[in-house]
């Protein structure tokens, strides 16, 4: 049940920014709804500082622990299999939630050209044909993924370019932040989708070719490339017209386009069809990491065995893309984009508290494990990415109580299946003889 060691460095770079990258295209502007403009650009602050600590963190646990579980390995290896599971149910909401957000975008950029498709057709769609072709092995997957990416960086220069000249401070700052600080912690999880899911490198880990080095360049490109595009397309999208325009769309930019050079303007066309390329590369990047994750989490144990069968020509686990797929389709039929984006950014907060709690734990209890690569400024950085998930949980469960009962009252289910199965018992003796194992061979 090995995955193939098939990546490099700048595949890896792809795989990151084009995981994230349809953050930019869409679900960023439902926060100014609930912030305005400036409430919703020191909400991007504040998270952006949040990432730059935390990668600079998580990268740490991602090079000495490479494996396809990425966070469920850490906290597995910190604090047992609670630790795994709770990690592990986490990263699943926060991508199996992420993928049908990006393919109901894909299907409004479709219906914004031809009115008469309907959005959930393209969707369930998308599924289907983003599926088949990961069905096709991880080699193919990443070179699909960095021509994807490479495009759809490419349309956001061009994109940031035309807008840039009509950009006016005065439409920028028109009701900048209506709710006042309340607004700003209502913003957060919409200013975490920029970034949301950057950590699914993780689940590669084990298909790259050059070693752990390669995980530390690929984490840190593709957040300073992230953040550099975030933060410009933001800001001249908000300089365009006033927010309340575009603040319930699921294809904010074409519609900017068509504000500055009109609707039927061949490029804003061109843009609006050119602009699938980015949320392709996301959700492309994001059927990779659930169907590793699904995969990694079948293989220890906490998912039905049938999720960890890795096809034996392409060597990719066809079971988990299957499921996952399975699963998309009907939260995407469920759920309106809003919420998917929510449920995504909780799930992705406890990640990040529960990966910081395991840095901090590991850095203590496993002083002698090999570290290819360390957090700098420890344990500063690693701190304020704490502190600052833990704000934004709090925040969430103070402004979206019902989407957060949702998530926890799924975490409470699982956990009451795991103790019922008695499954718990075996990780515990299977850990333990893996680190009596460890022992004996130092």
């Not at 890896?12 to 609930?34: D, T």
């Not at 759809?152 to 035309?162: D, K, P, S």
């Not at 925040?395 to 008695?422: D, E, K, T």
Request: charged residues 10%; neutral net charge; glycine residues 10%.
């Amino acid at each position: 049940m090995k995955l193939k060691k098939v990546l490099t460095p700048v595949q890896l770079w792809a795989i990151g920014v084009g995981l994230v990258i349809s953050g930019e295209y869409f679900g960023w502007n439902y926060g100014w709804g609930v912030a305005g403009t400036v409430g919703l650009l020191i909400a991007t602050a504040l998270i952006t500082i949040l990432y730059f600590t935390f990668i600079f963190s998580f990268t740490e646990l991602t090079t000495a622990i490479p494996h396809a579980g990425g966070p469920f390995a850490y906290a597995i290896k910190a604090f047992g299999p609670w630790g795994g599971l709770i990690a592990g149910y986490a990263t699943l909401i926060e991508f199996l939630f992420a993928a049908p957000a990006i393919s109901l975008a894909l299907g409004s950029y479709v219906h914004f050209l031809y009115p008469s498709v309907p959005v959930s057709l393209v969707s369930v769609i998308a599924y289907v044909v983003f599926t088949c072709i990961n069905m096709l092995g991880i080699k193919e997957a990443a070179w699909f993924s960095l021509i994807m990416t490479l495009l759809a960086i490419a349309e956001l220069l061009v994109f940031i370019g035309v807008l840039a000249p009509h950009f006016k401070m005065e439409t920028f700052m028109n009701n900048p932040m209506p709710f006042g600080w309340t607004g700003v912690f209502a913003a957060l999880p919409f200013a975490i989708w920029l970034y949301v899911c950057l950590e699914g490198i993780a689940m590669v880990a084990e298909e790259i070719k050059d070693g752990n080095k390669v995980i530390a360049k690929g984490y840190i490109s593709s957040l300073l490339t992230l953040m550099a595009l975030a933060l410009a397309v933001m800001i001249c999208t908000g300089g365009i017209a006033p927010w309340e325009q575009l603040d319930e769309l699921d294809y904010p930019l074409p519609e900017s386009l068509g504000i500055v050079l009109g609707r039927d303007n061949q490029l804003t066309k061109l843009f609006a069809g050119i602009g699938l390329f980015g949320l392709i590369a996301s959700f492309h990047g994001i059927i990779i990491s659930y169907s590793r994750q699904m995969f990694a989490l079948s293989r220890e144990g906490y998912l039905p065995v049938f999720l960890s069968q890795v096809s034996k020509k392409h060597r990719v686990p066809y079971q988990s893309l299957i499921a996952g797929a399975g699963f998309g389709i009907l939260v995407l039929l469920t759920f309106d984009t809003s919420k998917l984006v929510i449920l995504s950014t909780i799930g992705a907060v406890v990640v990040y508290i529960i990966s910081m709690f395991a840095l901090f734990r590991l850095r203590a209890t496993a002083p002698d494990m090999i570290r290819p690569f360390k957090a700098p400024c420890y344990p500063l950085f690693p701190g304020i990415a704490l502190l600052l998930g833990l704000i934004a949980l709090a925040s969430m469960i103070y402004v979206y109580q019902l989407l957060v009962a949702l998530f926890f009252g799924g975490l409470a289910l699982v956990i009451l299946c795991f103790y019922v199965s008695g499954k718990y018992k075996d990780k515990v003796q299977i850990v333990e003889r893996k680190e009596i194992e460890k022992d004996f061979a130092t």
